[in-house]
C-alpha cells in the first residue's frame, strides 16, 4: 500500500477521494503519510506551527469507519489539510503568528472556513506559519522562524499566508486555507507556483478567523490544481446534510469569454518574469485588447495600505498600549504607528477605495476576465531588503504586493494562475479578476489553463 | 494640549519630521501609549511613511461613494412613517 498514488505528496483531492472511497488505501493510512511529511520537513521549510496529529487520526479513522460500513462520506474524504495560524482549530490555541495570543485560551470550537471543510470530512492537519498577525508580505516571523519556499529553500515563500502556500507547494496537503487582506493568498501562490483563490468579500465566513484589517480581510485556499481549488472552494461554501456543497461552481465557457489585461501601474511596477508571465497567460486567452491604464491605482495602493494600518491599529490597540514589547519586532513599530493615523487619512482611503472600486468594476462592461501579474518578481531570497527590477530599485518586502494590494479594496474575486518564467525554475502567477459573486467564471478560466498546461503547479 | 492637538489635524507629507514626532509622540500619549524613548523615532518614521502614501489620495467629495445611508431625490420618509415616528 506504501505506493499508492494517492499516498504520495502529489496526490490530487480527486484521487484521495477515490481511492479513500474505493478503499484501496484507508483516510488512516493517508493521514499517516501526510503527518510523516510534516515532520520530516519542518527542518527545511517550518510550515507548520501546531500539528494537530491525534485529532487527524481520530478524523480519519470515523471517515474509515463509515466507508467500511458503506456509509456516505463526504466530498473531502480522508482529504488531508492545514489553516493559517489564525483559523480557530478546536482545542488548538488560535497565535495568529503571536506571542501575545499564545496566552488566550484554545479554541472551543472550529472557525466556520474549518468547520466546512470538517463537514465535507476533510482531516485537519494542523496550524500554518504566517507574519504576525498577517502584517507582511514574507512569513519572516521572528518568534517562529521563517517558512520556506520549497522550490528553494533559502527563498520565501511569500505572505502573510507563507505556511499555507510552503505545505501545499512542499506536497505536505493538497489543501490549505489562508487570509487575503493585500495580497496574502495571491502573494505566496504567485511565489510558490500554486493555485490560489481570493473569493468576493464576504464569501467564505470568517466567524472563527483573527482579523488583521476588517473591511479588507479574505479568506482564501491554495491547492496544486484547478480541480483541487474547485473541490475545495465547492465545500467552503457550506455543506449540507448529507455532506454535499450547498452550492457548487457552475463551469463557464472559457471561449467565449472577453479577457482584457491591467495594465498602467500593474506593468510599470512588474518585472520582466512578471510581463512575460503575464503575456503567457493573455496569449493562451486570446487578449486582443490594449492594456487597461488604470490611473488611479497608484492611490488605491496606497488607499490600501492607509485602511489597512488604521484598521489594524484599531484592533491592536489595547495590546500595542500594554503589550507591545511581546510584538515580533519586525511589526512592532508599525502596529504602534498604525494605531496613531488621523480620522482624515482614513476616510480619505475609504472615498478613494469607492471611486477606484467603481472605476474598475465599470471595465466589466467590456470584459468578463481581467489579468494582471500577482507579484512584480519571483521570491527573493530570505532577508532581501531589496530588488532591482527593470533598472528601478525597490524595497523587497513591500514591493510584494504593489500588484495584490490596488485590487483588495474592491472585494472582487481573484484567482492565481501558477506560471514557471524566465528560466522555468522559479514561479510567478497571474492573477484572474472576476465581478463579484463569479467564482465560477475564474475557476473555469483556470482549469481551462491547467489543462493546456499553460498554469502548473509543481510539487517539491 | 488642545490647541498642540489642533495644530496636529493638518500634519501632511509636506511637513518636516520634527512634526512629525511632535505628533507621534502626542498622540500616543492621548491615546495612553507610552512610547519609550528609543521606540520614538521607529514609529515616527513609519508615521511619515504612511503620510507619504496620503499625498497620493485626492480628496474626494461625491455623494456617490458616501458610506452614509443615502435617501436619492423624492425618497423621503412618507406621512404615514413620520406620523408613527412621532
Same mark, same amino acid.
Do not use: A, I, W, Y
Given at each position: 500500500m506504501s505506493g499508492h498514488p494517492s499516498l504520495s505528496a502529489g496526490a490530487s483531492i480527486e484521487e484521495i477521494r477515490g481511492a479513500v472511497t474505493a478503499r484501496s488505501v484507508s483516510a488512516t493510512e493517508v493521514t499517516e503519510a501526510a503527518l510523516q511529511r510534516i515532520e520530516s520537513s519542518h527542518q527545511q521549510l517550518n510550515a507548520f506551527t501546531t500539528v494537530t496529529a491525534d485529532r487527524a487520526r481520530a478524523t480519519a479513522a470515523d471517515v474509515d469507519r463509515r466507508v467500511e460500513a458503506g456509509l456516505d462520506v463526504g466530498p473531502l474524504a480522508g482529504v488531508p489539510f492545514a489553516v493559517k495560524d489564525l483559523f480557530d482549530l478546536r482545542g488548538v490555541v488560535t497565535r495568529a503568528g503571536s506571542e501575545v495570543l499564545t496566552d488566550r485560551s484554545p479554541a472551543a470550537n472550529d472557525a466556520a472556513a474549518v468547520a466546512a471543510l470538517v463537514a465535507a470530512d476533510a482531516v485537519p492537519l494542523g496550524a500554518l506559519t504566517m507574519d504576525e498577525f498577517a =502584517?507582511? =508580505? *514574507? *512569513?519572516?516571523? *521572528? #518568534?517562529v522562524g521563517p517558512a520556506r519556499n520549497p522550490h528553494d529553500t533559502t527563498r520565501t515563500p511569500g505572505g502573510s499566508s507563507g505556511g499555507s502556500a510552503a505545505a501545499v507547494a512542499g506536497g505536505l496537503v493538497p489543501l490549505a486555507l489562508g487570509t487575503d487582506t493585500n495580497g496574502s493568498v495571491r502573494v505566496p501562490a504567485s511565489l510558490c507556483g500554486l493555485f490560489g483563490l481570493k473569493p468576493t468579500y464576504g464569501r467564505i465566513s470568517r466567524r472563527g478567523v483573527q482579523l488583521f484589517s476588517d473591511s479588507l480581510d479574505h479568506v482564501g485556499l491554495f491547492t496544486r490544481s484547478a480541480s483541487d481549488l474547485a473541490a475545495g472552494y465547492a465545500a467552503l461554501q457550506g455543506a449540507g446534510p448529507d455532506g454535499e456543497p450547498t452550492s457548487e461552481p457552475a463551469s463557464v465557457d472559457t471561449e467565449q469569454l472577453r479577457v482584457g489585461c491591467l495594465g498602467g501601474w500593474f506593468a510599470d511596477n512588474a518585472g520582466p518574469d512578471a510581463l512575460e508571465a503575464l503575456e503567457l497567460v493573455a496569449a493562451a486567452l486570446g487578449v486582443t485588447a490594449p492594456p487597461l491604464k488604470m490611473e488611479r491605482a497608484g492611490a488605491a495602493h496606497a488607499a490600501a495600505s492607509v485602511i489597512t494600518y488604521a484598521e489594524a491599529g484599531e484592533l491592536h490597540l489595547d495590546r500595542i498600549r500594554h503589550e507591545r514589547h511581546r510584538f515580533d519586532p519586525v511589526v512592532r513599530h508599525r502596529l504602534v504607528a498604525a494605531a496613531l493615523l488621523p480620522a482624515d487619512w482614513y476616510v480619505r482611503a475609504q472615498r478613494v477605495r469607492g471611486v477606484w472600486a467603481a472605476e474598475l468594476e465599470a471595465n466589466f462592461d467590456n470584459f468578463d476576465v481581467l489579468l494582471a501579474p500577482a507579484t512584480p518578481f519571483v521570491a527573493p531570497e530570505i532577508g532581501t531588503e531589496t530588488v532591482v527590477v527593470g533598472g528601478k530599485t525597490l524595497p523587497a518586502r513591500p514591493a510584494l504586493g504593489w500588484l495584490t494590494q490596488p485590487l483588495t479594496p474592491t472585494g472582487l474575486p481573484i484567482g492565481v494562475a501558477p506560471t514557471w518564467p524566465g528560466d522555468g525554475t522559479l514561479p510567478l502567477g497571474v492573477q484572474i479578476i472576476a465581478p463579484a459573486g463569479h467564482e465560477a467564471r475564474i475557476i473555469s478560466v483556470l482549469a481551462d489553463l491547467d489543462q493546456r498546461g499553460i498554469a502548473l503547479s509543481q510539487s517539491s | 494640549m488642545v490647541l498642540s492637538l489642533r495644530a496636529t489635524v %493638518?500634519?501632511? $507629507? %509636506? #511637513? $518636516? *519630521?520634527e512634526d512629525f514626532r511632535a505628533y507621534t509622540v502626542l498622540t500616543a500619549k492621548l491615546l495612553g501609549i507610552h512610547l519609550e524613548e528609543d521606540e520614538i523615532e521607529p514609529v515616527t518614521e513609519q508615521v511619515a511613511r504612511v503620510a507619504s502614501l496620503v499625498e497620493q489620495l485626492d480628496r474626494i467629495d461625491d455623494d456617490d461613494i458616501t458610506p452614509a445611508p443615502r435617501f436619492r431625490a423624492g425618497a423621503r420618509p412618507d406621512a404615514e412613517a413620520e406620523a408613527e415616528a412621532r
Open positions: =502584517f507582511g =508580505f *514574507t *512569513t519572516e516571523n *521572528t #518568534h | %493638518d500634519l501632511m $507629507p %509636506d #511637513h $518636516p *519630521t
